[in-house]
């Protein structure tokens, strides 16, 4: 049997700022919240199921020189929820790594846009197939692999 991920945690500079950006602009519900000064956290869903966990407990943004996260990748249900997504983010003001949608490769079907969070950790939103013909911003190495 293979592996599947569960759920995901972030560490997090401000819970209140995170917790705003992925409740208000990515759209996960709060399934529950500590609030014990020293031990803030968050837990969001789906609307079905745990998808990620915020702890308050970073006392700096994301470093991309340090082993660990490379990024996280939600999929989509389509490329318009993709667009609508971008739409939202725009609104925010989120930090773009290119430029609308991209493909995730040179003749890929699969694409999304790629961003950052408010603590500058790398995040994806996708689809498997509907960016057919977007541009490809890297010839000779993945889109998701340098941003």
Known sequence: MTLHTGHLGLNVTDLDRSLAFYRDVLEFSVIAEGKEEDRRY?????????????????????????????????????IEQVRRYEEALRAYGVDFAHDGVVAHGEGAASGGIFFHDPDGTRLEISVPEGAEGAPVPHDAAPTCGFF
């Open 42 to 78: 968050a837990f969001l869903g789906d609307g079905e199921s745990l998808v990620l966990t915020l702890w308050q407990q970073a006392g700096q943004p994301y470093d991309t020189g340090r082993a660990g996260l490379h990024h996280l990748a939600f999929e989509a249900q389509s």
